[in-house]
């Protein structure tokens, strides 16, 4: 599904090479949730970049899906860019004064061939995230967890292989956060596979499968024995919730 | 189609800030405006020289006494264009279908009974009528036997007929001229204002045999102007060189001396004609590629700084699918949306400015589609001109950079 091979990554700047990553190396099989772990500086937000094929590396191997992504171009990536992956970003990246609708349809507008029922995908990905009945609200008028289920739909419209989060909770409140979490893990259940990047361990426990990346390399490469259930935990703050709202009133 | 979905992104984003949009706008706007009103004028102009040329007379030449370079009216003072001049003129230049002289002085007082007004008075041969294609609607034009004798007779214009007379009928009656009294024998047509440099009204005039007018009312042996109507237009610039070398050995002129007499052709009154409007059409096409040019360089500076500004809409479109065309286009539609728009407000502002200048001011004005041409080949032209810049630069951005 996905498989990384002696992956390198330098920036040139000037005569200063800055290398990055030396030598990564792994497979994600299809249906997996994977978290990517690692402090800042650490070369977890360019191994990202990698991934979500925005950024080339400089040396090695990397097959998304049988297709050889190193040897593309810039317009055969942005295409698998918009086949392949959605994107969950931690500032959401919505655009603002439009509505979460439309928001969600933007990866469309740049598909090869624009669907007749675009609107109906729309829906279903907003309703999937609980939205169903915030369609025509604008980012402004949504909360934080809420704008980032816009975001969330917007990654499901096109059906894409890999959901790719980078730091999905990190603007969130807790609450907001495992709601998001309760997302991911649903589409999961569903067999969706997931690659959520994160420096936070709390986060990383919701994955199956945790990789953490040590200057420029990965340090560890683990089987979580009993990942957090994001989805109970979610439904159990909600009735908890609800009760102490009887209690008050 | 994808470029049609593109391009409602550009258009959507122009929605989303309505202001920016504007001053997008702006320079487009004033710049296709003045493009408008100065097709306008230009071809206001042109009606309104034909309006002067056919008001004139499309094959006629005023011969007026009196040099200079000015147009009428004519120096009364000058005397030496007489009688003799239009009857050699008649005998000596061929192709002319009618030469009459006229004789004529301004703000004289009318009577009639207790009802004065002042009028101009127009001494003229009978083929004056036909000269100015100026007939009666009432009585008897001025005829050859008038002439001949002198007679105390007069053919006056409607306004003259209202002063005098109101809704009496004036034939046969009695007006007093100078002292001289003259007897009514017909109305003149109705005309209205212009003519002669625009601010004569016509129908306040009398005419009047030429040879009493000279004789009797003003006690001249000069005329004022030899009217001459030629065949063929073709032969004008010939037949004005003719008149002009005869008048020149007739009244005794060489070179150094400055002419007693102008030539007034339609030639010469289209270019008076033009010749206000065309400073005006100077300053406008000035303020036109002005505006244009200032306009463009803002449009490019506002699309330049939304780039900047909107560094991570174009990274997350990069990375929902958007090619670097995608982005280029949508940008360039944005930049064209922008001045086609301006276009059609400056086409109806212009064409709004044209209707006032029209109503409240001189300056005729016509309005027609062909601006419109103009001015949409030239929104075309500078959307694409100052907005390829800024839609490259968009496209270049490197999506994980943009998305920072």
């Known amino acids: ?249 | 189609m994808k470029i049609l979905r593109v391009a409602a992104e550009g258009f959507h984003s122009l929605g989303l800030n309505k202001l920016r949009t504007f001053f997008m706008m702006a320079g487009t706007i004033v710049g296709v405006a003045a493009l408008v009103v100065i097709m306008a004028i230009g071809r206001g102009t042109e009606q309104k020289v034909m309006k002067r040329v056919q008001a004139f007379g499309p094959r006629a030449m005023m011969i007026i006494a009196g040099g200079g370079k000015d147009l009428p009216p004519p120096d009364m003072t000058v005397t030496t264009l007489v009688l003799d001049d239009a009857e050699a003129i008649r005998n000596e230049i061929d192709g002319l279908e009618v030469v009459t002289p006229q004789a004529w002085r301004f703000d004289m007082d009318l009577r009639h009974e207790s009802n004065q007004t002042q009028s101009v008075v127009w001494g003229v041969e009978p083929q004056w009528h036909d000269a100015w294609n100026w007939q009666v609607v009432e009585g008897e034009p001025i005829t050859a036997d008038d002439v001949a004798t002198m007679a105390r007779v007069c053919v006056i214009g409607s306004a003259v007929k209202r002063d005098l007379f109101g809704d009496q009928d004036p034939l046969g009656k009695e007006i007093h001229c100078n002292k001289v009294r003259l007897t009514v024998k017909g109305v003149l047509e109705h005309r209205g204002v212009g003519g002669m440099g625009g601010v004569a009204e016509f129908d306040n005039r009398i005419i009047i045999p030429v040879t009493t007018a000279m004789r009797r009312v003003m006690n001249v042996d000069y005329v004022g102007a030899i009217r001459v109507v030629t065949k063929d237009p073709a032969l004008m610039p010939q037949q004005a060189k003719q008149i002009r070398d005869l008048l020149h050995a007739r009244h005794h002129i060489s070179p150094p001396r400055e002419d007693d007499f102008r030539i007034i052709t339609p030639m010469a009154i289209a270019e008076m004609v033009r010749g206000t409007s065309g400073t005006l059409s100077m300053l406008l096409i000035a303020l036109a590629a002005l505006s244009l040019l200032v306009g463009g360089v803002v449009l490019m500076n506002i699309l330049l700084i939304s780039v900047a500004e909107r560094q991570a809409e174009i990274g997350l479109r990069r990375a929902l699918g958007a090619t670097q065309r995608d982005i280029f286009m949508q940008f360039l539609t944005e930049s064209l949306a922008v001045t086609f728009l301006g276009m059609i407000v400056g086409s109806l502002s212009g064409y709004g400015v044209s209707v006032l200048l029209a109503r409240f001011t001189p300056i005729m004005t016509v309005a027609s589609w062909e601006p419109l041409a103009v001015a949409l080949a030239f929104a075309l032209l500078i959307g694409t001109f100052f907005g390829v810049q800024p839609a490259r630069r968009a496209a270049r951005l490197r999506p994980v950079e943009a998305l920072r």
């Open chain 1, 1 to 249: 599904m996905i498989e990384l091979r002696d992956i390198e990554k330098t920036y040139y700047s000037g005569n200063v090479a800055t290398p990055v990553l030396h030598g990564v190396t792994f497979r994600i099989e299809r249906g997996e949730y994977v978290a990517i772990m690692g402090a800042s500086g650490t070369g977890k937000s360019t191994l990202m970049n990698i991934l979500g094929c925005l950024d080339k590396p400089t040396g090695g191997e990397f097959h998304l899906d049988g297709i050889d992504v190193v040897n593309l171009d810039d317009e055969e990536l942005s295409h698998l860019r918009n086949e392949k992956i959605g994107f969950v970003f931690q500032q959401f990246h919505l655009l603002q004064r439009t509505t979460a609708l439309r928001n969600v349809l933007l990866p469309l507008i740049y598909a090869e061939a624009y669907p007749d029922d675009a609107e109906d995908r729309a829906d279903v990905a907003l309703t999937a995230v609980g939205l169903e009945d915030r369609m025509t609200y604008r980012p402004h008028e949504l909360s934080g967890g809420q704008q980032q289920r816009v975001a969330i739909a917007r990654a499901l419209v096109t059906d894409p292989e890999i959901i790719l989060a980078d730091e999905p909770t990190g603007n969130l409140d807790s609450r907001s956060g495992i709601e998001v979490l309760a997302i991911f893990k649903r589409l999961h259940r569903q067999g969706r596979t997931i690659v959520l990047v994160t420096h936070s361990d709390d986060v990383a426990e919701h994955a199956d499968r945790v990789i953490v990346m040590t200057d420029g390399t990965i340090a560890e490469d683990r089987r979580v024995e009993r990942p957090r259930d994001a989805e109970r935990e979610n439904a159990e703050r909600t009735e908890n919730g609800e009760q102490r709202e009887e209690t008050v009133t």
